[in-house]
């Protein structure tokens, strides 16, 4: 059975790691989605400004392939955070 360690062996972090090095992989997986989804939902204000800049001020090209581009993001920046709080959640409850 794992043990977690003494409470004065340091701050709650480190209490904690003997639990979350047993579900290492699911931990890694769930930071994962996290920092991809964050990364993506930082690209929606990027592409607006192009929208914005090009689309709306200039009149060059069209709206149809950025509203792809941005409903693209938003799915995956929907399913990173999905995974993230599935894999998150799975282990909490295990923990």
Do not use: C, N
Not at 79 to 90: F, L, S
Request: proline share 6%; net charge positive; charged share 15%.
């Amino acid at each position: 059975m794992i043990e977690p360690a003494p409470p004065g062996s340091g701050g709650w972090i480190r209490r904690l790691w003997p639990f979350l090095a047993a579900r290492r992989r699911d931990v890694f997986l769930a930071f994962g989605a996290s920092i991809i989804g964050m990364g993506l939902s930082s690209l929606t204000p990027l592409v607006t400004k192009f929208v914005v800049d090009d689309v709306v001020v200039r009149h060059h090209g069209s709206i149809g392939p950025w509203l792809v581009v941005l409903f693209v993001i938003a799915i995956a920046a929907f399913a990173g955070a999905y995974v993230r709080r599935y894999i998150g959640g799975r282990v909490a409850l295990d923990v």
